[in-house]
Every structure is written in structure tokens, then in C-alpha cells.
């Protein structure tokens, strides 16, 4: 009884905290902007803690309390269209997340160079503070290559409707010690099309995308997802190739997204911690969203989260409640109920709670 008190709790604290009638009451954050983002130097920092707990642990990991990002980012434009994006975390190792230079010859045609994401799947490319949920999807955790080392080419075309692309080419292999691991690289490409744009204030939006990306690596590291029965570091050697598609339309109050990822890991898989070593796989997953403003700044969420690892055992779906509370333009409060549909019970259900300050 007592998950059931402290969710009630929850839910009062949500629904019926004051919200600000508009931004006009915020007169330090307009103070925050004008001091430090200018267009040629603009700081921002993302600070989130999260609250993790399940009645009997199933999860990996305990109950409590965790700082689960602390970021401190610096960008701009210079004279001439050079431009850079340089972003660090505190909590985790490396601690460097992004470091791109680029150089923008129009709206039509960029060239970014550095550390940075890897062009592939909308979910991943939404950043921490943006995605709905506390955590992103597994099929999207498991299989997006991440932050990589390299060159891209990206713009926005009109040929009658909006299309967005990025063409890439990358070590491989993460951070990987500021150096590829091999000859080969890592190829990523992604197109988004835009059929309703108008503007970025319309109430219609839908962005389609499909990616696609290619590696041949050499003990690349990967998600441990990849076999659920061991959490342990992963590595991969072999060739990798992964595509997918995805949709995400909002509709006045209403939001519709999804996105489907398959992957085809032909080689070998060795785990850091053990003498051991696992075949190829032929992972794939998928999640649905569906969101409701109930208010100006109150929002649910319903997901459903499936994600296949072809390690011998499938891995159970995931039914998750968000709900999302924006007391100010850079405050966010995100709770999220998440039911594994195997081990249904009440005491396996688990409950995350994030508090965030992002500018």
C-alpha cells in the first residue's frame, strides 16, 4: 500500500502544483538569455536527478536516487558562417560529449567535423532534456550508433515539400581513444521529409524519417542489451548494419509518434568480464507513442516499448505512463509508470521520476 500512497502523492503533486499564467512571470530567465546566449557565445547547462523504484527489483540496479546528467554546454557562430558545438558531462566517462566545428555555406548545404551524433533515428537525435520520457526507447538505446568521430555533410532542401539530410562518415568506435581502431568507418545517413510544414509556430507538424548506417568493426563497444542475460560490456566485431524508419506528428494538443529499428550484426560478440563469446544477431524493436496536453503545461504520455534481441530469449514488452510538468520555460518534472508485460505483477512495476533544469 504504501507504492500506491506515494503514487497518489505523486499525482497530486503534478496535477495541482501553481502553474505561471505565462512567460511574462519569469523575468529572470529573459535575463539568463540576454546574458549569456548571444550568437556568437551562448552557455547552457542541463541538470537532471532521478528517483528509481520497484517494490521487488527486477531491473538492473537499486532503489534510490541517482544524478543522472550534468552538462555544460558553450556554442555559436562566428564571422563568415564558422560555427562550433562543444558539450561535456560531469557524471559519466568520457566526459566529453561533443566537440563539432562546422562551416554553413547556405540553409542547403553544411559540413560539421568533430564528436557528435552520429545521424541516425529521431528519438536519439532529440537532446536529453527534449526526449518525452525519462529514459528513450530500447530498440533506440540498443542499436543507434551514438556519438562518433567524423565528418558529415547536412542541409534542408525545398523541392516542393521540406526534406532534411545528413550524410556521414565516422571512426566507428565512440570516443575510442581520439583515434580509429581500424581501417573502416562507420556510414550513417538520414533523410527527414516534412509534408505539413508551414512554420515552426503551426499547429500541424509531422516529420517522416528513414536512416540507414554501416560499419565493419573491429571490438567496437555495443549495448550489453544485445544479450540480456549478461550486464556486462559488450563488444563487437564484425559488420553492422542497422536501418530504420520513423514518424512523429502533434496536432494541436495531440501528439503520435513512432519508430522501428533493425539491425544485422554478422561476426562475433565478446563480452569484457567473462572468457566468453556470443554469435551474430539479428536484433529489432519498435515503440508507439501517444500524448495529450491536459493543460498549457501539463502533458500524458502512453507508450508501448517492444525490443527483440535474438540472443536465444525474447525480451519483454513495455507498457509506460508519462505524465510531464513544466513549471517554467526551463524547469521539468517527468514521471513514468512502467509495467513489464511478463512479470505484470503490482510489486515488478516500476516508477521513475526525473527533475530537470535545461537552457
Do not use: C
Amino acid at each position: 500500500m504504501r507504492m500506491k500512497s506515494f503514487l497518489s502523492f505523486l499525482l497530486v503533486v503534478f496535477l495541482f502544483v501553481p502553474i505561471p499564467a505565462s512567460s511574462d512571470d519569469e523575468p529572470l530567465i529573459g535575463q539568463l538569455r540576454e546574458t549569456f546566449q548571444k550568437e556568437y557565445l551562448s552557455v547552457g547547462i542541463l541538470l537532471q536527478t532521478v528517483a528509481d523504484f520497484q517494490a521487488e527489483r527486477t531491473m538492473p540496479g537499486f532503489n534510490g536516487f541517482n544524478i543522472s546528467n550534468f552538462r555544460l554546454k558553450i556554442f555559436g557562430e562566428l564571422d563568415k558562417s564558422f560555427g562550433y558545438f562543444v558539450q561535456a558531462n560531469f557524471i559519466n566517462l568520457p566526459g566529453l560529449l561533443d566537440a563539432k566545428l562546422y562551416y554553413r555555406f547556405s540553409d542547403q548545404f553544411m559540413i560539421d567535423g568533430g564528436m557528435f551524433k552520429a545521424p541516425f533515428s529521431k528519438e536519439f537525435l532529440i537532446s536529453a532534456d527534449a526526449i518525452d520520457f525519462v529514459n528513450r526507447s530500447r530498440v533506440v538505446s540498443v542499436l543507434a550508433p551514438g556519438r562518433q568521430i567524423g565528418l558529415q555533410a547536412r542541409g534542408r532542401l525545398d523541392p516542393g515539400v521540406q526534406v532534411d539530410y545528413n550524410v556521414g562518415i565516422f571512426n566507428g568506435n565512440s570516443y575510442g581513444g581520439n583515434s580509429n581502431d581500424n581501417n573502416d568507418f562507420l556510414y550513417a545517413t538520414r533523410f527527414a521529409f516534412f509534408p505539413l510544414f508551414t512554420s515552426k509556430e503551426s499547429a500541424d507538424q509531422m516529420e517522416i524519417g528513414a536512416n540507414i548506417m554501416y560499419s565493419k568493426d573491429d571490438l567496437a563497444p555495443v549495448s550489453s542489451l544485445l544479450n540480456p542475460f549478461v550486464y556486462d560490456a559488450l563488444f563487437f566485431t564484425g559488420k553492422r548494419t542497422i536501418y530504420g524508419f520513423d514518424i512523429r506528428y502533434t496536432s494541436g494538443d495531440f501528439l503520435i509518434s513512432g519508430e522501428y529499428l533493425n539491425g544485422n550484426f554478422s561476426g562475433t560478440f565478446y563480452f569484457l568480464a567473462a572468457d566468453t563469446s556470443v554469435g551474430s544477431a539479428r536484433p529489432e524493436g519498435f515503440h508507439l507513442t501517444a500524448g495529450y496536453m491536459l493543460s498549457r503545461n501539463v502533458q500524458l504520455l502512453g507508450r508501448w516499448d517492444k525490443f527483440r534481441s535474438d540472443s536465444g530469449s525474447d525480451n519483454p514488452d513495455w507498457a509506460l505512463i508519462g505524465l510531464n510538468f513544466w513549471p517554467t520555460q526551463v524547469s521539468e518534472l517527468q514521471l513514468n509508470y512502467l509495467i513489464n508485460t511478463r512479470n505484470n505483477a503490482f510489486k515488478y512495476h516500476q516508477v521513475l521520476i526525473n527533475a530537470q533544469i535545461a537552457f
